[in-house]
């Protein structure tokens, strides 16, 4: 079992900036490729970004694309979405989640943090 706690969410200006962390527990984090998702009121949960084991594989949906970056630090057993020049389409709340492949797909993640709700007014 891996337990995943996200931070950072918040109301913020439309045109401003959110970092979103989310913090592993145990020492095989480096198994894990990592993906955000989001989901706001009546929709379905929607890929955000996905990233590979090691970092350096990384991809973005359209909607975000240029404007979120996905990171990770496996030292710290740690991923964090940038969040710039966010728009009131990105309200939802966000989750992290931890699976084996490197997917687009909610359903290829086992693990799954809380969420996080964020808010962008316009």
């Known amino acids: 079992q891996v337990q995943l706690v996200e931070s950072g969410g918040g109301l913020v200006q439309a045109g401003g900036s959110l970092r979103l962390s989310c913090a592993a527990s145990?020492?095989?984090?480096?198994?894990?490729?990592m993906g955000w998702f989001r989901q706001a009121p009546g929709k379905e949960r929607e890929f955000v970004a996905a990233?590979?084991?090691?970092?350096?594989?990384?991809y973005y949906a359209d909607s975000v694309k240029g404007r979120f970056t996905f990171s990770r630090d496996n030292a710290k057993n740690t991923v964090y979405l940038q969040m710039n020049s966010l728009k009131p389409e990105d309200t939802a709340v966000y989750y992290c989640?931890?699976?084996?492949?490197?997917?687009?797909?909610?359903?290829?993640?086992?693990?799954w943090g809380q969420g996080t709700q964020v808010t962008v007014s316009s």
């Open positions: 989640a931890a699976g084996l492949p490197y997917s687009t797909a909610s359903t290829s993640y086992d693990y």
């Open positions: 145990g020492r095989t984090f480096n198994k894990y490729a």
């Open positions: 990233i590979t084991r090691t970092g350096e594989g990384k």
